[in-house]
């Protein structure tokens, strides 16, 4: 025995001396002479570890730990694991030797961080919050389940926990940085900002507490403040992509296209395995009416991740812009890869031999008033229709076919055969560019309603609707809204009354409108009123989809870069035959395209005669 222990010892010296190949010839010795010590195999595997020898060295540890070796000697042995990027292993290791010593924070809290490592973030939180209850003065590991907890989704511990921290070290800039963090969660922007700041006084490396400085002044719309902390986090660290992506996001934001193209391409050079880079790359091409670029981008990342959904859909979108329907729209049928209620149903075809189908509305209420057109032909097939919809567009959408039964999309659904998304119809049906059904209307005003707008329609004198902003909260709503005080150049034309169908009413100090806004409670009323005026004029909304499904003129206002549905350069639409557009010759010349509105306005009141409305119900 005694043999065996100076076997040991010299193991223990010669790896100190990190003569590796001569500490594992004693270790074998001391396993010679004592076989049933673990802590020699221990030795043995941690001397092989170094030489690079890792099978063996797993084997010999899997071995002594079945031996039940003493916690301390389990615990530098998978210091050693960890330190040679052995994650798996050392957290079995770890975990061994806490089932003898429980109370070890150390221990648990290098397990945690493994947990971390390799995406385990339950695991890794569970072991913090344990190192915690028993060393409640532990401010790294507050600062790791912070951090932890927000990133499941556990926004409220998050914030305990950085604030804990913060009570044990107030200047603590890790501390700060995931405390700001979780506010910013909960859009508390202005509070996060305080404690990003706070971080930056401190901390050591700035880069990330910047580049988060960047990303809460954006979310607050203060962009120039944005783009100076994101610049001054670049020139800290010109490795790392994350601020050269946000940067890009900020100057996108500013309409700033072309820079905005120069930071995403060099953040996907610098990290080519980020889908999110292709993502922002190609919807920057897409933002500079470039589709045809886009899709080269996309195939590209598709190439390297054939199954990446959002990249797919996206793809799907600017082969749409390019006019290629029947590609384009098989590739935005990944938008559908999550299951819905509906995924115990067939999937509608015109192959299929079902004889009745539920179509469901999906998104806004624009592709439902573009899309429901499709519904006709499934009529035409002899199919029994069921379309569940937007509350407040099933009365509206009972006049597409009487033969169509609508529902709201909060009833219960009906069993039929099979279910197909409205606007998957195209695609199933094969819709070209060509073969769009484009016979307008395909919706009818009810005629009950009429005969309130006719103190309208009976003027002599011209009528315009007016719609000038869509939904703040749809992402890039900026880029298709107008700005109100430009209105004044249409409304002061004085051979025209203009007409608000701006739900949230008219602002304070616009003159020259009459505010329709409490008469607009569910599109039957809206597409009521819009049948007694002449004309629409509106920006990228529901309403000039209503319109132009009523068979009602709309000209319709868009922003640099429009939709895919209005494809490029366009001044008419395949879609509408009634509808023209305006395009803007530049990002955000608004004031331009409203002198160009206004221009064409006063031609249209000089020239056009006011004639009955002939789109009636026969």
Known sequence: ??????????????????????????????????????EHQLGLATCMMYQGKMPEALEHGDHALQMHPPPEAIFTFAKSLSKHDQAKPAINAYTAGLSQQPENTEARFQLGALFQKLGDLQNAADCFRAVYLRDPKNVEALCRLSAIAREIGQTKEAIQAGERALSLDPESAEAHNNLGLALCDLRKYLEAIKHFEAALKTTETPYETLNNLGVAHQALGNLCAAENYL?????????????????GNVLRQAE????????????????PLDFTNYANLGLILINLNRPSD???????????????????????????QCGNLLDGFRNYEAR???????????????????????????????????FCRYLNQLVEMGLEVTFACQPTLVRLMRTVNVAITVISNNDKAPETEAHIPLLSLPFALKSTLETIPADCPYLWADAPINPKWRKISDKTVKSVGLVWSGNPQRQDDRMRSCPPELLGKLSCIKEIDFYSLQKEGIPTGLKGITDLSSHLTDFAETAALIKSLDLIVTVDTAVAHLAGALGKPVWVMLGNTADWRYFLERKNSPWYPHMRLFRQKKPGAWADLMSDVAKSLRFWAATKKKSPDDQLRP
Not at 4 to 27: F, P, T
Not at 340 to 362: H, M, N, Q, Y
């Open 1 to 38: 025995r005694n043999k065996a222990v100076y076997a040991a010892n010299l193991g223990n010296a010669l790896g100190l001396d990190k003569r590796w190949e001569q500490a594992a010839g004693a270790w074998s010795r001391a396993i010679l002479l004592a076989p049933k010590n673990p």
């Open 231 to 247: 610049r001054r986090a670049i020139k800290v660290s010109n490795a790392s992509p994350a601020a050269e992506r946000n940067l």
């Open 256 to 271: 700033r296209f072309n820079e905005a193209l120069s930071c995403y391409q060099r953040a996907l050079k610098k990290s």
């Open 294 to 320: 886009a899709i080269t981008v996309y195939e590209k990342a598709l190439s390297l991740k054939p199954n990446h959904l959002a990249i797919r859909k996206s793809l799907g979108i600017a082969q749409l």
């Open 336 to 370: 559908l890869a999550k299951k819905d209620g509906f995924s115990k149903i067939p999937r509608w075809s015109p192959d299929c031999k079902a004889r009745s189908v539920l179509v469901t509305a999906e998104q806004g209420f624009g592709d439902t008033l573009q």
